[in-house]
């Protein structure tokens, strides 16, 4: 009998795990991710879902060129034409190019194009000149001169955006020792180029053709000008590709021998805009890395609001307020939480409140919650709400305020609600054990006090009464 009980309680424990590896399966990033160094963020509420050696220092190679377009566009309109000039000729000749012409006219839209889709170094050249000679209001400011003062921008930027281990020496991220990033520097800077609608336009961009003045020929006859034909190394987003992700929405590849296959990649599904860095794999691993976390992340996770501002979150009990005011106070967010999660913790979701406010009424037991003490004050900060999962994994937490004004209740209308309160906790286990002390205490008092009478009547009897044996004869004779 006893075999077969332990027989039966190993089999519910091994459902029991069973249970939970699937559970846990089910959002379980994936483990066979080649890059050495890769994450994954979600855009808006800059959540991390995955990462693999994200901190760990690499080479960015082209993948830089996102950052150097940031940069182009703060100091020039899409449309502002620039001259190329020499500084095309100081590039490698192994580098990846635009096929720039020197004295030739492009537009910055289309410059950005050559820096982007065919990843010329040429356009990084370009951009970098042009941008310091502007900030140096010197327009014969040597190349050399202008690559380093648009170096040191880029760190300055990259500072800005939050980038804490990276370092930039060049505009378009030909190898050098000392040009190095990560993989959550890099989402960082991916994600402040998707706020920018003209590099989102070109990133997307699968080929190009045309002048490099586009629609401004026409205001420029006499002008040098070039015809390009580009085409996107992006074979995410190539419509011939077979590594092509139909939710994928740009962004920027790279590759050097020291930095290997790279990509910086962005996909959209339902509103939601996911980053994929991956670094330093090996085709076509750049492409099925991306594709593997971009299903993961759509297929288990969801983007909620769980609250908006304005909105009420926790009603909170009230004490000494007038009875018009009612039983509860709504209190409300003045933000927006937004998470980005399993979509299994927004199921089960508990909240909890935290009360940091001065005028509260402590429970008396412990089914009983906290009071908040009238008067209070619309926009009175009144404390906190916690998130948690299930498992009591906290994930959020909001300040919240009181939604209205409390107006406090008069002096009998407070005895009224300290006898209503009496005659309630009456009804409690604790209420009814309190009394029934209460009714023992005066029972024996009143016993104590009889006693005490008894013997106080006792006492008097024995000298003049008629239980002592002494009697008083009076000298007066009575008469008959």
Request: glycine fraction near 4%; charge should be negative.
């Given at each position: 009998m006893i075999k077969k009980i332990r027989n039966i309680l190993i089999l519910v424990l091994s459902m029991c795990m069973l249970f939970n590896t699937a559970a846990f399966a089910a959002v379980s990033a994936p483990s066979d991710i080649v890059a050495e160094s890769a994450i994954l963020v979600e855009k808006s509420t800059g959540t991390v879902i995955y990462e693999k050696n994200a901190d760990q220092k690499m080479y960015p190679a082209s993948m830089t060129k996102i950052l150097t377009g940031i940069i182009a566009l703060e100091y020039f309109n899409k449309d502002d034409v620039i001259t190329v000039g020499t500084e095309i000729n100081d590039i490698s000749l192994d580098s990846s190019k635009a096929g720039h012409i020197v004295g030739e006219k492009i537009t910055m839209e289309n410059l950005l194009r050559g820096l982007f889709i065919p990843s010329g170094n040429d356009s990084g050249a370009v951009i970098a000149v042009s941008v310091a000679r502007k900030v140096e209001n010197n327009e014969n400011l040597a190349a050399n001169e202008c690559l380093a003062i648009f170096a040191n921008m880029m760190n300055e930027k990259a500072e800005e955006l939050g980038c804490t281990n990276s370092n930039f020496e060049n505009p378009h991220g030909y190898h050098d020792e000392n040009h190095y990033t990560t993989a959550s520097d890099m989402a960082k800077i991916v994600s402040a180029a998707m706020d920018n609608?003209?590099?989102?336009?070109?990133?997307?961009?699968?080929?190009?053709?045309?002048?490099?003045?586009?629609?401004?020929?026409?205001?420029?006859?006499?002008?040098?000008?070039?015809?390009?034909?580009?085409?996107?190394?992006?074979?995410?987003?190539?419509?011939?590709?077979?590594?092509?992700?139909?939710?994928?929405?740009?962004?920027?590849?790279?590759?050097?021998?020291?930095?290997?296959?790279?990509?910086?990649?962005?996909?959209?599904?339902?509103?939601?805009?996911?980053?994929?860095?991956?670094?330093?794999?090996?085709?076509?691993?750049?492409?099925?890395?991306?594709?593997?976390?971009?299903?993961?992340?759509?297929?288990?996770?969801?983007?909620?609001?769980?609250?908006?501002?304005?909105?009420?979150?926790?009603?909170?009990?009230?004490?000494?307020?007038?009875?018009?005011?009612?039983?509860?106070?709504?209190?409300?967010?003045?933000?927006?939480?937004?998470?980005?999660?399993?979509?299994?913790?927004?199921?089960?979701?508990?909240?909890?409140?935290?009360?940091?406010?001065?005028?509260?009424?402590?429970?008396?037991?412990?089914?009983?919650?906290?009071?908040?003490?009238?008067?209070?004050?619309?926009?009175?900060?009144?404390?906190?709400?916690?998130?948690?999962?299930?498992?009591?994994?906290?994930?959020?937490?909001?300040?919240?305020?009181?939604?209205?004004?409390?107006?406090?209740?008069?002096?009998?209308?407070?005895?009224?609600?300290?006898?209503?309160?009496?005659v309630l906790s009456l009804f409690t286990l604790q209420g009814l054990l309190t009394a029934l002390g209460a009714i023992v205490v005066i029972a024996i008092i009143i016993i104590i006090i009889i006693i005490i009478i008894k013997l106080i009547r006792r006492r008097r009897g024995g000298f003049g009464g008629y239980g002592g044996g002494y009697r008083y004869k009076s000298s007066r004779r009575r008469r008959f």
């Open positions: 609608e003209t590099l989102c336009e070109i990133a997307s961009e699968k080929y190009f053709s045309g002048n490099s003045l586009g629609d401004l020929q026409s205001q420029y006859p006499d002008a040098f000008t070039n015809d390009y034909n580009w085409q996107s190394h992006n074979m995410l987003i190539a419509a011939s590709s077979e590594y092509n992700y139909e939710y994928a929405t740009g962004f920027k590849t790279g590759f050097t021998d020291e930095a290997g296959d790279c990509v910086a990649a962005t996909a959209e599904k339902d509103g939601v805009q996911l980053i994929a860095v991956i670094m330093k794999s090996e085709d076509p691993a750049r492409w099925t890395d991306a594709q593997k976390l971009f299903d993961f992340a759509f297929n288990n996770y969801s983007l909620e609001t769980v609250v908006k501002s304005g909105e009420t979150v926790i009603n909170v009990g009230l004490a000494q307020q007038k009875s018009s005011e009612g039983e509860e106070l709504e209190l409300v967010a003045k933000e927006d939480i937004v998470l980005y999660r399993p979509t299994e913790d927004f199921e089960n979701m508990e909240k909890t409140l935290n009360i940091t406010a001065e005028n509260i009424v402590e429970p008396k037991n412990e089914d009983e919650q906290t009071h908040i003490k009238a008067p209070v004050a619309q926009d009175d900060e009144i404390g906190t709400v916690t998130y948690k999962t299930a498992d009591g994994e906290e994930i959020a937490t909001v300040t919240v305020y009181a939604s209205r004004n409390i107006e406090k209740a008069n002096i009998f209308a407070r005895m009224a609600y300290a006898v209503k309160d009496f």
